[in-house]
């Protein structure tokens, strides 16, 4: 298998899966991920709440929760809490599972 630009935002920590990732808050489509932005090396993500009060935080992990099958619990903000760019560590998945469902949504 090729190595994908995206894997370059996926690191495997002694916690669980890093994934660096870029969020646009207030957008009008919730799209996790929506795509890979190659010069800052994170897989960004659109989502339809806004950066008020955690709200699109929530709506992150709940997404990432979803899009991974692993229970809200398992994910958290590692860094960047309050600013677009975003670590996130989750919990239960291997670095090959997260290389493969950012895989299959991210194809061109």
């Given amino acids: 298998m ?3 630009p995206f894997e370059n935002a996926i690191k495997m920590l002694d916690s669980g899966v890093g994934v660096d990732i870029e ?3 207030g957008s009008k489509v919730l ?8 010069w800052r090396k994170r897989i960004e993500v659109k989502l339809t709440k806004n950066a008020q009060k955690g709200k699109a935080n929530e709506q992150l992990i709940e997404s990432l929760a979803e899009l991974f099958g692993v229970s809200s619990s398992d994910i958290f903000i590692n860094s960047g809490a ?3 760019k975003k670590s996130v560590v989750i919990k239960g998945i291997s670095y090959e ?5 950012f ?5 061109e």
């Fill in 23 to 25: 969020v646009t808050p």
């Fill in 82 to 84: 309050t600013n677009s």
């Fill in 31 to 38: 799209s996790v991920p929506s795509g890979y932005n190659e």
């Fill in 2 to 4: 090729t190595n994908m």
């Fill in 97 to 101: 599972q997260a290389v493969s469902v």
């Fill in 103 to 107: 895989g299959a949504h991210l194809k």
